[in-house]
């Protein structure tokens, strides 16, 4: 007999083609994300889990889970999982890093050009039939790049490779981690070990890359953007929940900060009338990270390798906790 696998969401076709081969799939269609009352009923069922980040599998759903062996996220972040709690369970998680580096320290640097130099807005701008009412010498200026302090939180893999980017358009790049990188690393991506509260006082733009943890649970706050430049921007291709979205809108709009440029956001997805979508300084994306094509390919093969060892009892090849 064929082991079970359930998929939270669809996943390209060649990958379904060969899941198919080897098991019997479910996968899930109509509202995403799935809602727990289904879920509470498949991952009864199956040996194997593919899953997403709006898919919180907490304790509750790893207790139904008798049968289960792995849960593969087609995620980098694994935040919606109790990894601990399927560890004692005896179930692998596996995720997908370093295929969607490059992905997402591009998305979070065309975000820090899109916010300083007014791409988005301009956009809206032109939509509205506005462009006539912008175009005297002060109108509608952005900000140049070079020279600009970035700021970046979580010196890992993403952040690293944004520090390349930003090199090149001759930034100057501060960043703050729990323990600095070693010197020659530091000296190889021309940055400079900051605490964190330099990191907030100096930075022009600051451009989040820490996962989400109780450490990092609304860490920008009304305390932080008070100590915030009024001139500086953030940037967030992390996860939502690292921000007080309230005290982000109040900050915004009382120009305590200059501005944001966010994928990720508390609650996803938004609807149009979040507040945010009614600040112009704000630049929104739909969660799209790692979403290019060549990426999101190699997170299906990823999660898919991560699934087939997690079932036959091996360790995934990306996997948390083990
Ligand atoms: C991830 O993989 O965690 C990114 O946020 C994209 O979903």
Not at 64 to 76: E, G, P, R, W
Request: aromatic share 8%.
């Amino acid at each position: 007999m064929k082991r079970r696998v359930f998929l939270t969401r669809r996943l390209h076709d060649f990958a379904l083609k060969k899941l198919k081969k080897k098991y019997q799939i479910e996968i899930h269609s109509g509202k995403i994300p799935i809602p727990k009352s289904k879920l509470r009923i498949k991952i009864k069922e199956v040996d194997g889990l593919i899953c997403f980040p709006y898919d919180k599998i907490d304790k509750e759903l790893i207790d139904l889970a008798k049968n289960l062996k792995v849960i593969s996220t087609y995620s980098v972040g694994f935040d919606h999982i109790d990894t601990d709690y399927a560890k004692k369970n005896k179930i692998f998680v596996g995720y997908t890093p370093e295929v969607l580096t490059n992905a997402t320290a591009d998305l979070a640097f065309s975000l820090i050009i899109d916010v300083l130099r007014r791409v988005s807005e301009g956009d809206r701008i032109i939509r509205a039939g506005k462009w006539t009412e912008i175009y005297g010498a002060y109108d509608y200026v952005g900000l140049d790049l070079q020279h600009k302090t970035l700021g970046i939180l979580g010196l890992g893999r993403i952040g690293s490779t944004l520090a390349k980017r930003a090199r090149a358009f001759d930034m100057k790049i501060v960043y703050h981690n729990r323990m600095p990188i070693s010197k020659t690393k530091e000296k190889l991506l021309g940055v400079n070990y900051v605490s964190f509260d330099k990191l907030i006082l100096q930075s022009d733009i600051i451009s989040i890359h820490v996962p989400h943890t109780n450490e990092t649970d609304q860490l920008f706050n009304k305390k932080v953007f008070k100590k915030m430049k009024k001139s500086a921007f953030l940037i967030n291709t992390a996860r939502g929940k690292i921000i007080n979205e309230k005290d982000l809108v109040i900050a915004l709009k009382k120009k305590m900060i200059a501005g944001a440029a966010l994928d990720v956001f508390q609650i996803e997805p938004i609807n149009k009338n979040h507040p945010l979508t009614r600040i112009q300084n704000v630049v929104l994306a739909p969660h799209i990270g790692s979403s290019t094509k060549e990426t999101r390919e190699k997170m299906a093969e990823i999660t898919i390798k991560n699934l087939e060892h997690g079932i036959r009892g091996k360790r995934p090849i990306y996997s948390v906790g083990y």
